[in-house]
C-alpha cells in the first residue's frame, strides 16, 4: 500500500526558508514522476513542482516558484524534498507531496493534479508578513 507521508510545515516569517519531507513508501520501483502541490484557502490546488527521475532527472516548477523553490529526492531515503526560499505570505496554503504511475508527462513538463494517482495528507505552511 501506498503511503506518502509530508513533513515540515509550519510557521515563518516572510523572507523566510522552510524544507517540506515527503517520505515515500509502498511506491513500485519504477515510479519515476513525483510533484509537489499545493492549495489555498478557497482556491483549486496547483502545481507548485515536479521531478521525473529514471536515469536522469527532470524538474519543472510553476512560473510563481523558479528560482524560489527547489525539488529534490534521495532514493536512498526514499525522501523527497521540497526547499522553500524567500517565502512570501501568498505562500500560505496545504502541500501536497504525489506520485504517479505514468511518468511520460513528468519527462517533459509539471503535470496537472488529475495526472497524479497517490497524494499524502498534506502538510500546512503558513507565512506571516
Known amino acids: 500500500q501506498v503511503h506518502l507521508v509530508e513533513s515540515g510545515g509550519g510557521s515563518v516569517q516572510a523572507g523566510g526558508s522552510l524544507r517540506l519531507s515527503c517520505q515515500l513508501s509502498g511506491l513500485e520501483d519504477t515510479t519515476s514522476c513525483m510533484a509537489w502541490f499545493r492549495q489555498r484557502e478557497g482556491q483549486e490546488r496547483e502545481g507548485v513542482a515536479s521531478?521525473?527521475?529514471?536515469?536522469?532527472?527532470?524538474?519543472y516548477y510553476a512560473d510563481p516558484f523558479s528560482g524560489r523553490f527547489t525539488i529534490s529526492l534521495d532514493s536512498a531515503k526514499k525522501t523527497l524534498y521540497l526547499q522553500m526560499n524567500s517565502l512570501k505570505p501568498e505562500d500560505t496554503a496545504m502541500y501536497y507531496c504525489?506520485?504517479?504511475?505514468?511518468?511520460?508527462?513528468?519527462?517533459?513538463?509539471?503535470?496537472?493534479?488529475?495526472?497524479?494517482?497517490?497524494w499524502g495528507q498534506g502538510t500546512l505552511v503558513t507565512v506571516s508578513a
Open positions: 521531478l521525473y527521475s529514471h536515469f536522469e532527472r527532470n524538474a
Open positions: 504525489t506520485a504517479s504511475r505514468d511518468s511520460a508527462y513528468c519527462r517533459s513538463a509539471l503535470p496537472p493534479a488529475v495526472y497524479m494517482d497517490h
